[in-house]
């Protein structure tokens, strides 16, 4: 997968669905259209995985620690842009799951959708 800052229009539409999932709404509400837009790109699970954890996570997860939450309705594109490429862990190993549960929650539930979406098997 190339860096970021070198597949920014096919990594844009991904981070603006995912973004979602740290606003201040209920992200179950989201997830059929994060799910859809994520099996409709040509990123593989993998790549769409360490899209999350590595570039979306670091950039927006600080919306939810603030109370109230900054934000409800998404972050501008080119900030968000601007805002991953500066937080991005790029090429980095993910984090532990089990040290923030609720992304591993969502990201189980979008990976599943994925999959369903796409046709393929689960992989244990």
Known sequence: MKAPEDDLERRRPIWDCMQMLWMDTDPAAELDYIAQVCADSDYSLADLQAIY?????????FN???????????????????RILRRSRFGRRLPRPWLHPNAARWWRQIEAAIRQLRGTAQQG
Do not use: C, D, H, S
Not at 53 to 61: D, Y
Not at 64 to 82: H, K, N, R, S
């Open 53 to 61: 954890w590595n570039e979306v996570r670091p950039a927006v997860a």
């Open 64 to 82: 939810l620690w603030m109370l109230p939450a900054p934000e409800w309705a998404g972050f501008e594109i080119e900030w968000l842009t601007a």
